[in-house]
Structure formats: structure tokens, C-alpha cells
């Protein structure tokens, strides 16, 4: 079992920054991917960055260049740096983990089997 607890989330005007935490415990595995989601009101759960064991890393379209994963193995922590945020960035944010896992390909994976409990971001314009 892995236990996941988002954190950093907040109300930001468009252009502004946040990051955004996920603190992990509980099982650790040699080999897992990480991922950051995102679900606006009335819309699907969509995947925003991944992250895997070997530090490679797949992000949405969308948040090319402003957003950040990465991974704090020491810590067990999980990090979302979001910068230059806009109004469509606004939804909960969720991260996930999935144990022996690959990222190939540059695909956002859906299959992932932990999740924390969210944390809201919201962007004025």
C-alpha cells in the first residue's frame, strides 16, 4: 500500500507561481512512476506530468514549458512546479503512483493505482 497527501495548492492571479507537494509513505518499489492530474469542474480527470524511476519525464501539452516534476527520492516527496499559471490551470490537482512502472514514449499513463486526496489550485485572470 503507498499513502499519497497532496499539499501547496492555493489562489494565484494568471501569470503567478505555485508548487505543489505530494508526500509519499508506506511501500517503496525500485521501479514506479509518479504522476501529477488535474480535473476541472464539469470536465475529465486529465494527466499534466509523469514521472518514473529513471527520472524520465512526459508532460501535457498544455503545460510544456511552465510546469516542473520532479522527484525527491530522500524526502519521498513528489513536486509540481508551476509557473506562469493561467485561468485553465485552475482545477484540483491530484498525484498518483504506480509501482513497477515504465513511461514509454512520451505517453501520459492512466493506469495508475494511488491516489491522494487532491488539492485545489485556482488562476485569476
Known amino acids: 500500500q503507498v499513502q499519497l497527501v497532496e499539499s501547496g495548492g492555493g489562489s494565484v492571479q494568471a501569470g503567478g507561481s505555485l508548487r505543489l507537494s505530494c508526500a509519499a509513505s508506506?511501500?517503496?518499489?525500485?521501479?514506479?512512476?509518479l504522476a501529477w492530474f488535474r480535473q476541472a469542474p464539469g470536465k475529465e480527470r486529465e494527466g499534466v506530468a509523469q514521472?518514473?524511476?529513471?527520472?524520465?519525464?512526459v508532460y501535457a501539452d498544455s503545460v510544456k514549458g511552465r510546469f516542473t516534476i520532479s522527484n525527491d527520492n530522500a524526502k519521498n516527496t513528489l513536486y509540481l512546479q508551476m509557473n506562469n499559471l493561467k485561468p485553465e490551470d485552475t482545477g484540483m490537482y491530484y498525484c498518483?503512483?504506480?509501482?513497477?512502472?515504465?513511461?514509454?514514449?512520451?505517453?501520459?499513463?492512466?493506469?495508475?493505482?494511488?491516489w491522494g486526496q487532491g488539492t485545489q489550485v485556482t488562476v485569476s485572470s
Open positions: 514521472i518514473d524511476s529513471n527520472n524520465y519525464t
Open positions: 498518483a503512483a504506480e509501482p513497477w512502472c515504465r513511461l514509454l514514449l512520451s505517453v501520459l499513463r492512466n493506469d495508475f493505482n494511488y
Open positions: 508506506g511501500n517503496t518499489y525500485s521501479t514506479y512512476c
